[in-house]
């Protein structure tokens, strides 16, 4: 096959287009100096959007100006346009978009349109949580009618995403589409295999915030998470586990914070198994292993500055002169020795909890 | 016991200055994607010459009198009101500019900084329709209470809220917009750890963290829009300062998200959250200077971590930060004007903006 010429300008199939310049009026400021092949295809782009064609060849043009440019809002507003009217596979652009999700992994607009085909190829149970991306009722003729069917589509899409994530961990715009597609499906089975899912990438990186976050939505803010105090338990045993490889993880220490607080627990649950983490390591027997309040592992670097943190906030919620003198003492240890970064955010601290005493 | 700091080295304010001057003047090829922002990047190389205090000395009266003949260029009326677009790559030779169609709308964040960029550049306002604007705003809010980008879009997020909120801010007029919807959906973004993401379910981020404490407290200290509600409960308020502040990594930067690395923007984004809370007394300076300085490119310009390339966007917010968070020095280079951290301009310009936008009462 002969490759199609460069510029649309000089291939004999776009000869009926009247390309339309850009509008120059008066002169402009910060212009960008583009190449060629992007002149000449948003010239075309232009003429198509004048007449209102939508055609294959539209299809071919959008998907030009979109490998140049992945932020052209319009060209993907238009594609998406296209393809309803030419009632086009979107199975097909899905495939397609597999490789440009990858491709332009941090273009907001990639995901946009990648939501706005998944919500026409598959049907959105009636108890959906959240608002549909499209302001269009679906039209039902493009729905997938099988149950079965549906499920496997969206355990694919599922797989795809997480294809997506081994090629960047954190990639926010892939994390909230996986959290968008889970909540506006919301298929009971979906949410089953997803905290086993996110554990694999937290133990590949335990400082994986945006994969503690998903686990906090699937178990806790979704609402569609194992329920009663056993769920509970085990995410707080699964945290402290966690903490016990690896004390300094910011991400942990939310998370733990984030349980007990949607939970209404109280801190001081954990005064046990917090405390060994505020003291510098010491020798200890090897084979005392409490499962319940795990020690930390023989290398971890203490005291740590969050348990502490964690201590100070027990005794503050403790309340008193005593417990609040032990909080100071701690926030005190905090900003002179192991947070000074934070130093005034602890002297802050320090002076809010005297200040409610009196 | 804290060791002798290590001297600062000078903030090069002329090189930061001619790159965005050099911005202005021309992009290259490699900046395609910023076809559908354009007037975004603007704004940032605008309020970088605004923050350093060089706009009339690097410019003349001829070039800001171009300059805003441009951006009234992009205000556009159509059946959906009134707003400001990127640029004009999307408007053909012959066409008639001030009017849009269906592809070719203004764009809301554009929209609010072009407000901005005719603040710094001194504008009287004279051409700005204000009927049309709120109009323009109330077409791009959803059902839910959050906004689209432009009309018909599907796209939103915590962004366009924010800008939603500021433009009704400046005009000192909310009628456009469904305040206490709009609220509801900030709420739903809110996440344990403190933060607000970018939408509901999504991680707490810096960026959206500050859109949505912005917005909060538009709607709050507007004269004429008095909410009972307080924004946030003490206990959200802790929560929200706590985590912030944790965001200051070692190294003197902040970072958008737990356990990242920092990012200079995010010295902005946190810093302002924490002024906007009315606790920016808790961010140690000394150490955010530093990494801003580490970020200066050698060729002009800051970028988001050190031995990176500079853009517009990074040196504009972290000469904001600085102008927030001022470093206790006698050093000359890092002195700035104080910053309105609501609406995200020098103080100065943030008046103009408040004293010529609104519709003023016939005398």
């Known amino acids: 096959m002969d490759t199609p010429p460069a510029l649309y300008a000089e291939d004999p199939a776009w000869a009926d287009v009247v390309p339309i310049p850009q509008y120059e009026g008066v002169s402009p400021l910060a212009p960008i100096f583009y190449t060629p092949e992007y002149k000449d295809a948003t010239d075309y782009f232009r003429g198509i959007l004048k ?52 491709k332009y992994l941090k273009t907001y607009q990639v995901w946009h349109h990648r939501r706005l085909l998944v919500t026409l190829l598959l049907p959105a149970p009636s108890t959906s949580p959240s608002p549909s991306p499209s302001s269009n009722p679906n039209p039902t003729h493009l729905q997938t009618s099988n149950p079965t069917l549906a499920l496997l589509q969206l355990q694919e899409e599922l797989d795809f995403i997480s294809r997506c994530l081994s090629a960047d961990t954190k990639n926010y715009h892939t994390w909230s589409y996986r ?7 919301n298929h009971p089975r979906l949410w089953r295999g997803e905290v086993k899912w996110v554990e694999r990438l937290i133990t590949e990186d335990v400082r994986n915030n945006s994969a503690w976050h998903h686990r906090f939505f699937v178990v806790f803010a979704s609402g569609h998470g194992e329920k009663g105090e056993d769920a509970v338990r085990e995410e707080i045993a699964y945290a402290k586990q966690k903490i016990s490889l690896a004390p300094n993880n910011a991400s942990v220490w939310n998370y733990l914070r984030g349980v007990l607080d949607h939970t209404h627990m109280p801190y001081s649950t954990l005064k046990s198994f917090v405390e060994p983490y505020t003291v510098e390591q010491e020798g200890r027997s090897e084979d005392v292993v409490d499962l319940e309040d795990p020690l930390p592992s023989a290398g971890a670097e203490l005291p740590c500055a969050l348990a502490i943190e964690f201590l100070a906030d027990v005794h503050e919620q403790e309340g008193g002169v005593e417990a609040v003198r032990k909080a100071v003492e701690l926030w005190k240890s905090l900003a002179n020795e192991y947070d000074t970064i934070r130093k005034k955010y602890w002297e802050y601290r320090i002076r809010e909890a005297l200040a409610t005493q009196q | 016991m804290s060791e002798s700091p290590e001297p600062l080295p000078k903030l090069s304010r002329n090189g930061h200055a001619l790159h965005c001057i050099r911005c202005l003047s021309g992009l290259p090829s490699s900046q395609m994607e910023m076809d559908a922002s354009r007037l975004a990047l603007v704004f940032y190389c605008l309020g970088s010459l605004d923050l350093l205090g060089v706009l009339e000395s690097k410019s003349s009266n001829t070039d800001r009198e171009a300059w805003r003949e441009w951006v009234w260029e992009q205000q ?135 859109c949505a404490l912005a917005a909060i407290h538009l709607a709050v200290s507007s004269p004429s829009k008095s909410l009972s509600t307080p924004p946030l409960t003490p206990a959200q308020r802790r929560q929200t300062i706590r985590w912030l502040v944790h965001n200051q990594h070692a190294s003197g930067g902040f970072r958008g998200r737990t356990e990242k690395d920092p990012d200079a923007c995010y010295c902005f984004w946190c810093g302002a959250s924490l002024q906007i809370l009315d606790v920016k007394a808790l961010v ?56 309105d951290p609501l609406l995200n301009a020098k103080e100065d310009t943030a008046r103009w903006a408040r004293d010529n936008i609104p519709l003023k009462p016939r005398s």
Request: with cysteine.
């Open chain 2, 284 to 339: 140690d300076t000394r150490p955010l200077t530093e990494f801003l300085g580490k970020c200066q490119f050698k060729f002009g310009g800051i970028a988001k971590a050190p031995g990176e390339h500079s853009d517009p966007f990074h040196t504009y917010l972290s000469l904001a930060a600085l102008g927030i968070y001022p470093p206790e020095i006698p050093e000359e280079s890092w002195r700035f004007d104080t910053l």
């Open chain 1, 51 to 102: 007449t209102g064609e939508t055609s294959e060849r539209v299809l071919e043009l959008t998907e030009r100006i979109i490998r140049m440019n992945p932020a052209h809002y319009t060209a993907w507003q238009y594609r998406y346009k296209t393809l309803l009217a030419l009632g086009s596979n979107l199975e097909d652009e899905l495939r397609l978009m597999d490789m440009y999700c990858i």
């Open chain 2, 76 to 210: 556009a009326t159509g059946g959906y009101g009134t707003g400001f677009r990127p640029s004009s790559f999307m408007i053909g030779a012959g066409s008639n500019a001030a009017e849009y169609g269906e592809y070719d709308a203004p764009h809301l964040i554009m929209t609010y900084t072009a407000l901005l960029s005719l603040s710094i550049l001194r504008d009287d306002f004279s051409r700005l329709n204000r009927a049309g604007l709120l109009k323009f705003l109330e077409h791009c809010q959803r059902s839910d209470g959050s906004f689209c980008s432009f009309p018909n879009s599907t796209e939103s997020d915590l962004r366009s809220v924010y800008c939603a909120f500021a433009i009704s801010s400046m005009l000192d007029d909310w009628s456009g917009i469904d305040v206490p919807l709009a609220l509801s959906f900030i709420s739903r973004c809110r996440t344990y750890e403190g933060g607000y993401g970018q939408e509901p379910y999504a991680e707490a981020q810096g960026g959206t963290t500050y």
């Open chain 1, 179 to 185: 959290q968008w597609l889970l909540s506006y499906f």
